[in-house]
């Protein structure tokens, strides 16, 4: 099957060609750091994380940037609240950002421009959309004046006259400056320094740039005139990717993305996630109290452009399955020896990877794709259970191995990986290894007649959850719990 992908510029489902053969240019709109990151942050760097993944693993060499904001109100509003600098501030944020996403296991982008960084490719920008007729200064100030660019409106289906006054985004306009603006809906490019505020050299003026030229000029920076994929949550649509295109394409005269890929937002109890309703829940606070590998589950298995509900119930069941995934995980590692697995030379189950690709090849669904994952790590843990329990397994060993190795693959593309200590965990602290020599020594007491001992091993061992089972010939079995 094709990969398809849902454009959002053109409210359809297309299939997914690049501009060069085997090679996607990525952008994703990346955080405003002033805050630590919340679970909609979450959802957004893991979905399109897992996207990068998934089209590596489909052959494909993916240039994926995500961009920090560090010049922003918020950031000085932070800065002016704890005494200290937006150097500081964003440094702190940033920080703290990558701390969570490798809890999360969400892999780094290949750049993380900045802002500040980009300075000289933002008054660039503006200078040509002011000598292409798009930009006009006023007082210090650079507006993009959206009635030049026709347009405007395209990739959210809006129209000028629908829209609300002032509409700039998040940095908005105060009443004092409307007056600067040709027209109510003119945003922003570049704005005059304000007393106390970090500011920069330019030809309009000492001040800084506006929010949405900033992602247009680091995309050019990085990536050139056109790229395959602008992705980032839904809220950015309007204005901001509005913006960005119209923006790109006024200088350029190109498509600014042929893709445009947004994710659903999301919702706690069923009500908008905000400080103000106190249902506002960061990343660290959440990997705090559930596995980082059930939060991935939780996420992923909703179709990326849906809304995702939190709460309680939905992160219990996300890490009982979790449970299931990770047994099914381990089962090589587990059974393997005793199976004879040979690993290294298995070839994988080309039909598994089929129906996984078939699945996930229509518009990125992830949740089709842990459904076969969920198939095949049940088939394992019911061959698990028979092994345990009646020291044969039933289903031919070479299958068992390629379903297994298949599983961990496939796996993998969303992330999602067990180690055998995550199995000693649980019991209290005795890896497979102790648990083996214990058995032995049992075995050993009992060939010397030494029966009281080896009832303390069997007991000693039952108290940690391991169940011991004898079999004919001298053969001694395990299983957890």
Known sequence: MTLTVYNTLTRSKSEFQTIEANKVRMYCCGITVYDYCHLGHARTCLIWDVVRRYLQWSGYEVNYIQNFTDIDDKILNRAREEG???????EKYIAAYFEDM???????????PRATHTLDGIKRLVYELEQKGF????????????????????????????????????VGLEDAEAHKKHYPFDFALWKAAKQGEPAWESPWGNGRPGWHIECSAMVRERLGDTIDLHVGGGDLTFP??????AQ?????????????LHNGMIIVEGKKMSKSLGNFITIRELLDRFEPMAVRLFILQTQYRKPLDFTEEALTTATNSWETLKEGLLFGDRYGEQLGFATSSTPQNEELISRFKAAVDDDFNFAGGLAILFEVAKNL???GNILVHEGTAKTDTQELEQQWQTLVELAK???????????ESNSQGLSDREIED?????????????????DRIRDELQAQGITLIDKPGGMTIWNRG
């Open 135 to 170: 930009a006009y200064p006023a007082e210090g100030d650079v507006y993009y004046a959206v009635q030049k660019f026709p347009e405007y409106g395209k990739l959210s289906g809006r129209k000028l006259e629908d829209m609300q006054a002032g509409a700039s985004g998040r």
């Open 381 to 383: 843990n019911k061959a």
């Open 438 to 454: 214990l058995v032995q020594q049992r075995i050993d007491a009992r060939k010397n007649k030494d029966y009281a001992a080896g």
């Open 248 to 260: 790109s394409e006024a200088v350029t005269g190109k498509p600014l993305a042929n893709y445009w």
């Open 413 to 423: 593309i969303l992330g999602f990986e067990a180690q055998p200590e995550d199995r």
């Open 240 to 245: 901001h990717h509005e913006n960005e295109i």
């Open 102 to 112: 490798e809890r999360l296991g969400v892999g780094q982008a290949d750049a993380y």
């Open 84 to 90: 200290t600098s937006m150097e500081a501030v964003a």
